[in-house]
């Protein structure tokens, strides 16, 4: 690969990335009226869009002029790189990071038919209209930085994805965990152990204010950890997902109790 393709690919990748977090975050905040980062890393980019739309460019490059085709064809890829990539990060991290489960004509929750039928036809005019804007920039950055900004922005890239896996390692145990003090709180206040209220509704700013000694056996989640329990709401941790909301509210009465 030349030192050329090598900056167009690059370059094309993170603002497909970065088109595709603006997207989804742009999405998310119509939906619920404030700023919610969508995106599995820190930073501002989501690298299946990356991906997927490069893989749409080069790989599907003989048929870009035939649109029935290249809609089924790129259809077709952009699902199984989201199977793939669902199914992956699950095995590896016992976490489904995305559900489709309630929408027709799923596959496992991974994919399903409507999704990706959109996906294809967003994939049709990314390559009529927007790649040949895209490249219009890339030539522009490539002239004025040259091999150096896709040497930056693969740094910068690798940083935030092993920053991510490095709290990855140990979300998991700490959902559980957490997850684990809900079903004990829970037990006990239907069985009126240890004088607790019998009260299910009772905050847990409130339950943690009143017995301190449970709070020091609790960790809370860190930033890195809360960003990515804020971009996937809809996520299932194996053993821990029985009781997201009330997961959320623990965390976040947890992290109020830090800062004072």
């Known amino acids: 690969m030349s030192e050329q393709v090598f900056t167009e690919v690059v370059l094309q990748f993170f603002i497909y990335a970065l088109i595709g977090w603006l997207w989804e975050t742009g999405l998310k905040a119509v939906k619920e009226h404030r700023f919610v980062d969508t995106g599995f890393l820190i930073g501002p980019i989501t690298p299946i869009y990356g991906f997927g739309v490069v893989g749409v460019v080069y790989l599907l490059r003989p048929w870009q002029n035939q649109v029935v085709l290249l809609f089924i064809l790129a259809t077709l890829l952009v699902t199984a790189l989201e199977y793939l990539t669902g ?140 960003h990515l329990l804020r971009s996937f709401p809809n996520m299932k941790v194996e053993n821990a997902s029985n009781h997201m909301d009330e997961l959320k509210e623990l965390v976040n009465a947890l992290r109020k109790k830090r800062k004072k």
């Open 87 to 226: 199914f992956l990060l699950e095995k590896m991290f016992h976490t489904k990071w995305w559900n489709y489960a309630n929408v027709p004509l799923n596959i496992q929750g991974y994919v399903a038919l409507p999704i990706s039928l959109f996906w294809g036809i967003c994939c049709v005019l990314i390559i009529k209209f927007v790649q040949p804007e895209v490249m219009i920039l890339v030539g522009q950055l490539s002239r004025r930085f040259g091999f150096i900004l896709p040497v930056v922005l693969i740094a910068i890239g690798s940083f935030d994805f092993g920053f991510t896996l490095a709290n990855l390692q140990s979300f998991r145990a700490k959902m559980q965990k957490l997850n684990l003090a809900i079903e004990e709180r829970r037990s006990e206040l239907s069985t009126g152990v240890a004088g607790l209220r019998q009260d299910v509704h009772e905050s847990w700013d409130d339950f943690l204010e009143k017995y301190p000694q449970r709070r020091a056996h609790l960790t809370n989640l860190n930033f890195g950890q809360r």
